[in-house]
């Protein structure tokens, strides 16, 4: 494809005699412009008279509650037959309105630009000029964009937004004064309605192949009405459309196998900060629901934890704690974000979110590790973004310490991928790996799963350098440490006394059925896929998948009041099987391509997001927000108290309901929480147990 940027000089002066002898359609869409239309036109009209020999002028009323029907009608009977007019019943939106002008337009050429009068019509000769038997696009481009500083910054974020991610080398997508060969347009193929047509319209004319121009022009500001792009509705419309179009242009095809000249996927800035892009959404799509839930049981015991040992003057009594040091990074978190944002359960539940987020893309980052690759690793992330299998990891704020150990024990692993695979910084990175190991064994006590998954590392590379395993042995001495200094506190330590953790706990079966229960549905069906498929080239991968899930499950395994690993335990071990999925995907996509059914894994991917994003929505809410409801009923009743509070049914242990009067009901001294014979015999007792938060 050509592309050229011109300045004034590249065309005839515009003094010089010129006639453009193709057949021209001029069309403006207009909202609420009725003041503005009358001198554009008749400029227009002047212009196209003087330098084309078959022209006509389409005006796109796309539903204006202004004059403009009956301003137009004025200007039909002036113009004659060469005016015409497409009327919308409602505003459809912009991208509408361009998508009726070109169906409309039914000349060789086809020129727009806006009825707000912001370009000077007579500049259309200098498009006209430019002209050549191999142009498929003049476009104009803005000298000085005249409008108000924040819609200048606004504009400038946006093109060079979208200019990046669609890889678009036009450098002005929104200057709407574009002229287009009509036998390239493909009106048909644009689908968007909105503002994101401009650049859904110039990535399908460079990918045509067909000669670009570009043109300097002057923008002037606008001298009637208001820009409807500009509103906060439009604008949060126009990203959505624009993050829609991505998907479609740009993930779809890769997904569905269409062939590319850009198939290879690998790491760069660009595509790390696409895949974060894409992760947030995802991530807001399954759990942005959550983020107006109130605060779950425990999270009060969480606070008064951090209120305890956050401070740097409560670390000495935290190390003295054998079990909360293993939990010191997420009291220490909780307590800058009550510092710094107070009691709001929104703020604490975007913290967990944000964490999701980089875990996610901790996920991608496996990528760099050979036997997984970078698209299983995009592919895998996606899944573990969506997912509801991990939910409560996400939503229950008191479980933070999984999401901190996750981030901290990956991080860890890929330090260790890179000082097992480069030549490069390796001392660097074998520190890393140390560090980030360190700070998970300070987040949780499963980051000890790390050890075996260093060695993992060593035995999947290609060559297997065993000697590479004396680098995991001061990892697996510090995991050694670790776990002797909790035992010699074991009478002290809560969870060797309270029934939650045995050595003799029957694991092996608890391991099992939660890898079972990890993997229903979406995992099932991957593992059915690939052997139905015969796919052995991936048999290396599910391997290591199925181990990764072993490993990080097996710490939980020991546990004894559920007969599986609880949800927000799987967290770590949920990689396993979104790399299941991934290879499964691309196994998919193979086929499809070669049974010309390119659709089948865009539409199993939706189906896919549709579940686990409903899932979270429709089901999981409901069961979180009556988990919620006991202590926010009785912060209610609390409120409106005296002095006393009598409760029949309490379904948590009452120092939760304390510190939740005690917290949410601020300086006043909370009321007593009375339970027993005396709160059975009175009518006024409360009874906040239900279906999900019971005794």
């Known amino acids: 494809m050509s592309h050229v940027r011109s300045d004034w000089r590249t065309v005839p002066p515009a003094g010089a ?36 020999d078959d022209f006509e002028v389409i005006v796109v009323d796309d539903g204006s509650v202004d004059d403009t029907a009956e301003v137009l009608q004025a200007l039909r009977r002036e113009y004659g037959p060469v005016l015409r ?48 038997p191999q142009t498929g696009l003049v476009n104009g481009y803005k000298t000085e964009r005249n409008d108000p500083w924040h819609r ?22 929104d200057c709407d004064f574009r002229l287009i060969r009509r036998s390239i347009l493909e009106p048909g193929r644009l689908r968007s309605t909105g503002g994101a047509i401009c650049v859904e319209l110039v990535r399908r004319l460079e990918l045509s192949g067909a000669g670009v121009i570009e043109l300097p022009v002057h923008h002037y500001p606008r001298r009637y009405g208001r820009s409807e792009f ?12 624009l993050g829609a179009l991505f998907g479609r242009l740009v993930v779809a095809p890769v997904l569905s196998g269409a062939p590319s000249p850009n198939d290879r996927f690998g790491f ?4 790390a900060a696409v895949m974060l892009l894409g992760l947030t959404a995802l991530s807001v799509l399954a759990y942005g629901r959550a983020l107006q839930l109130p605060f779950i049981s425990d999270t009060y015991v969480q606070v ?42 929104f703020a604490f539940r975007i913290s967990s979110l944000v964490l999701h987020i980089l875990g996610s893309f901790l996920v991608f980052a496996l990528g760099a590790w050979k036997p997984v690759g970078w698209k299983v690793a995009a592919l895998a992330a996606c899944f573990f973004a969506v997912s509801q299998r991990h939910s409560e990891a996400v939503i229950w704020y008191a479980a933070l310490p999984e999401l901190l150990v996750f981030v901290f024990s990956l991080a860890s692993f890929l330090c260790w991928v890179h000082w097992l695979q480069s030549s490069s910084h390796r001392a660097m990175a074998y520190a890393g790996a140390f560090l980030f190991y360190l700070l998970a064994l300070l987040s949780k006590e499963s980051a000890v ?10 035995l999947s590379q290609r060559g297997r350098d065993l000697r590479r395993l004396w680098g995991a042995a001061p990892f697996a001495a510090v995991a050694g440490a670790y776990f002797l200094l909790a035992f010699a506190a074991r009478k002290t330590h809560l969870h060797f006394n309270d029934g939650t953790f045995s050595l003799h706990a029957p694991f092996l079966e608890v391991l099992i059925r939660s890898a079972g229960g990890l993997a229903r549905v979406w995992g099932f069906t991957a593992i059915a896929l690939l052997l139905i498929l015969k796919a052995r080239k991936w048999l290396a991968l599910a391997s290591i998948a199925g181990t990764w899930m072993a490993l990080t499950l097996l710490p939980y395994s020991f546990l004894t009041y559920m007969p599986r690993v609880p949800s927000r335990h799987t967290y770590f071990a949920s990689v396993g099987i979104a790399l299941i999925i991934a290879a499964a995907a691309l196994t998919l996509r193979e086929w499809a391509a070669i049974h010309n059914k390119r659709w089948v894994v865009p539409l199993l991917a939706t189906v896919l997001i549709a579940h686990q994003a409903g899932f979270l929505w429709f089901y999981k809410q409901r069961q979180y927000a009556l988990r919620a409801e006991p202590t926010e009923a009785l912060v209610r009743a609390g409120r409106q108290a005296s002095d006393r509070i009598y409760v029949k049914c309490f379904p948590y242990s009452l120092v939760i309901g304390e510190y939740a009067l005690q917290y949410r009901l601020g300086g006043s001294t909370p009321p007593v929480i009375v339970t ?8 006024d007792a409360f009874d906040f147990c239900n279906e999900v938060a019971h005794p």
């Open 17 to 52: 005699e010129f006639r453009f002898h193709y057949g021209l359609s001029v069309f403006c869409p207009a909202y609420n412009d009725a003041r503005s239309l009358p001198p554009l036109l008749a400029r227009m009209m002047a212009t196209l008279r003087r330098v084309a």
């Open 676 to 683: 027993g014979p005396e709160a059975e015999q009175r009518p």
């Open 268 to 271: 760069t800035p660009r595509t």
């Open 304 to 345: 008064q934890l951090a209120h305890d040992y956050g401070p740097v003057s409560g670390w000495s009594a935290l190390a003295h704690d054998a079990l909360y040091r293993c939990r010191a990074t997420s009291l220490v978190l909780t307590y800058w974000t009550e510092r710094a944002f107070g009691l709001d359960p």
């Open 230 to 241: 500009f509103r906060v509705r439009s604008l949060a419309s126009t990203f959505l459309q």
């Open 152 to 173: 200048v910054a606004i504009g400038w974020l946006y093109n060079r937004l979208a200019r990046w991610l669609f890889r678009i080398r036009l450098r002005d997508i």
């Open 449 to 458: 799963a790390v050890v075996p998954l260093l060695v993992l590392a060593v």
């Open 85 to 132: 007019v497409v009327t919308h019943d409602r505003n459809l939106g912009y991208g509408a309105a361009l998508r009726s002008g070109f169906a409309a337009a039914t000349k060789e050429f086809v020129f727009y630009t806006d009825g707000d009068g912001q370009y000077d019509p007579a500049e259309i000769e200098l498009l006209l000029r430019a002209v050549t």
